[in-house]
Nanobody, 125 residues
Framework: QVQLVESGGGLVQAGGSLRLSCAAS????????MGWFRQAPGKEREFVAT????????YYADSVKGRFTISRDNAKNTVYLQMNSFKLEDTAVYYC??????????????????WGQGTQVTVSS
């Protein structure tokens, strides 16, 4: 069974930076696409970023493009989300997820089979 554990959330000021980590176990990490989603108060869970299998291609939601960077370290079974230039609207619980799919559609949360418990990111003015 896949287990995903997020870490690195916290309170940051607008304009600041934070790096989230997601450690995976139970599967061969490098064989699967990984994604980050977030859910803000009163909103649906939304796609943030994904990195594909070992080729490492990345895709981003328009709302974070140019500010957030997803990366993976297969040797450490870890995926990261570097978040820069925080905006107040970035406040959310951030979730790491693993997908068994390839190709298009990785911005769809239904394509992800395993999820972490989330880590809170709060942006203050």
């Amino acid at each position: 069974q896949v287990q995903l554990v997020e870490s690195g959330g916290g309170l940051v000021q607008a304009g600041g930076s934070l790096r989230l980590s997601c450690a995976a176990s139970g599967r061969t990490f490098s064989n699967y696409a990984m994604g980050w989603f977030r859910q803000a108060p009163g909103k649906e869970r939304e796609f943030v970023a994904t990195v594909t299998r070992t080729d490492g291609r990345t895709y981003y939601a328009d709302s974070v493009k140019g500010r957030f960077t997803i990366s993976r370290d297969n040797a450490k079974n870890t995926v990261y989300l570097q978040m820069n230039s925080f905006k107040l609207e970035d406040t959310a619980v951030y979730y790491c997820a693993l997908s068994l799919y390839t190709g298009a559609g990785l911005d769809d949360r239904s394509k992800y089979a395993y999820w972490g418990q989330g880590t809170q990111v709060t942006v203050s003015s």
